[in-house]
């Protein structure tokens, strides 16, 4: 039986996770001040089981993403339009 969206889709004001039973795909907008210097980036989170291995394997992949990069994203997403 298929699970809920909102079991699959986890979401905060700068945060979202969606996942199935073998993967998940994580977006956080990080924002933190060091030595009085601010620093901002998206950091994107990929989750899933190399199934090719016996056992399946989980492995990671992470990208941090500069200001210039999200703004080019969000225009991406933002132009999206699912029925199309």
Not at 8 to 24: F, G, H, L, M, R
Request: hydrophobic share 40%; net charge negative; no cysteine.
């Amino acid at each position: 039986m298929e699970k809920d969206v909102s079991e699959k889709i986890k979401v905060v004001p700068t945060y979202i996770q969606i996942k199935d039973e073998n993967a998940s795909l994580e977006f956080d907008l990080i924002a933190f001040r060091q030595r009085g210097e601010e620093a901002r980036y998206l950091a994107v989170t990929f989750t899933g089981l190399d199934i090719t291995k016996d056992p399946p394997v989980e492995q990671e992949a992470f990208m941090n993403v500069d200001e210039e990069g999200f703004k080019k994203i969000k225009a991406f997403f933002e132009q999206l339009e699912w029925g199309k």
